[in-house]
């Protein structure tokens, strides 16, 4: 059997009311994924149960437990499992518009020096089970900001920056991304939609924790420190445009 090109890597953790709509929303790619790795970070409602019935219908579902470690941790872990040269990331409650995979492959094979394509991310407060995208009458608000489910990356990217820190629990998304610019890697930034993003009560962002703040002023200095190191001006508005012509 040949290596998968493009690996999604999905983590949940107690995402019972979501994790079928994130799964549905990549089988439902116009460009396949050729392996769909789930890191379950130690789910104790029924999460666990609906990805074995998922992965009883789809062959390409690889199910990985880990600790309940943090977010770093289950999505270094799946890193590490991955095989595809092309790696893509979605949170379990979050969802992929339809043609995101399409688009954003499509800029990878024409320009090969592009190393990751993000776009904007849609913060929503609903996904239809069914059309995969916010129903009408969701409150919807559309925002280019670094979000790593709006990315598709090379593998060799990681190879390159690492992995994710996993000394934060709230902003090593944020952390990795930075990291990525300050590593001057060519990236393309797409006009469409890349991403659903849901807001709720009681996700891991709305919850009350201080070490939210705290760890994105840290995330921030360290990108600072990193450039005046290497004697690089102060940085640009993240992803107003890529590293490369659009």
């Known amino acids: 059997m040949s290596a998968p090109r493009i690996s999604a890597i999905v983590t949940a953790y107690r995402f019972e009311r979501f994790i079928r709509t994130a799964i549905d929303s990549i089988q439902a790619q116009t460009h396949?994924?050729?392996?769909?790795?789930?890191?379950?970070?130690?789910?104790?409602?029924?999460?666990p149960a609906i990805l074995r019935e998922l992965a009883r219908?789809?062959?390409?579902?690889?199910l990985l437990d880990v600790e309940a470690l943090g977010p770093a941790h289950a999505r270094n872990h799946g890193l590490r499992a991955a095989r595809g040269a092309i790696i893509a990331m979605l949170d379990g409650d979050d969802a992929w518009p339809r043609g995101k995979i399409a688009a954003q492959i499509a800029?990878?094979?024409g320009q090969p020096h592009?190393?990751?394509?993000s776009g904007p991310t849609a913060f929503v407060d609903a996904i239809d089970d069914t059309t995969l995208a916010p129903p009408p009458g969701a409150r919807t608000e559309i925002v280019l900001q670094p979000n790593i489910g709006a990315c598709l990356y090379r593998r060799g990217l990681f190879e390159t920056v690492g992995g994710f820190d996993e000394s934060f629990f709230y902003a090593d998304?944020?952390?990795?991304?930075?990291?990525?610019r300050d590593s001057s890697t060519p990236f393309a930034v797409l006009d469409?939609?890349?991403?659903?993003?849901?807001?709720?009560e009681g996700s891991l962002m709305t919850r009350p924790d201080r070490?939210?703040?705290?760890?994105f002023v840290r995330a921030v200095g360290c990108s600072r420190r990193r450039r005046q190191?290497?004697?690089?001006?102060?940085?640009p508005p993240f992803f107003s445009a890529g590293n490369v012509p659009a």
């Open 229 to 235: 190191a290497a004697g690089l001006p102060p940085a």
């Open 192 to 200: 469409a939609t890349m991403l659903y993003h849901r807001r709720y």
């Open 114 to 117: 592009v190393d990751m394509v």
């Open 173 to 180: 998304d944020l952390d990795l991304l930075l990291r990525i």
């Open 32 to 47: 396949p994924v050729d392996e769909i790795i789930v890191v379950d970070n130690g789910s104790d409602d029924g999460t």
């Open 211 to 215: 070490r939210k703040s705290q760890e």
């Open 107 to 109: 800029r990878m094979d």
């Open 57 to 62: 219908g789809d062959p390409r579902l690889v």
